[in-house]
């Protein structure tokens, strides 16, 4: 199997394991080292225990049914390194029944260590406009 088709492999598995709210499951697919520039709560995460807790804080925030689908995925890849990016359509069903997603922007990089790829840094955004500082989830693509 090659680079391309390990990493697209292991997107699916991540998309997967955050629908089905299994942190343990999402937190395997992460180096020890992660450092991820989420959109929700802080700057930036360093490690898995930090990114833990934020994972494990984001899937209470929704106790229904998730949205995380995945479109436009491009991965570009060497034998130890990979980055890819997509748009995600991400969001959830809060405690009153409501549906909430918004349109992200995501860029992740992978390294291999011993056959194994994981995840080394994560980087989530949405656009925002300069003038109001408004975030624009209406955007679509």
């Not at 229904?64 to 689908?69: C, N, S």
């Not at 890819?84 to 405690?95: F, K, Q, S, V």
Request: aromatic content about 12%; some cysteine; overall charge negative.
């Amino acid at each position: 199997m090659n680079a391309q088709t390990q990493i697209r492999s292991l997107i699916d598995t991540y998309r997967q394991a955050v629908m089905a709210k299994d942190v343990e499951k999402v937190m395997a697919l992460y180096a020890d080292d992660i450092v991820s520039f989420d959109a929700v709560k802080a700057l930036q995460f360093k490690g898995k225990e930090a990114y833990r807790a934020h994972w494990q804080e984001c899937m209470e925030m929704c106790p229904g049914p998730h949205i995380f689908e995945f479109h436009e995925v491009d991965i570009v890849s060497s034998q130890e390194i990979a980055f890819a990016h997509w748009l995600a359509h991400c969001g959830g069903t809060n405690e009153k029944g409501e549906t909430q997603a918004c349109w992200m922007r995501v860029t992740a990089c992978y390294r291999q260590e011993a056959g194994l790829w994981q995840i080394v840094h994560e980087h989530w955004s949405a656009p925002f406009d300069m003038t109001s500082g408004a975030t624009l989830f209406n955007l679509e693509p």
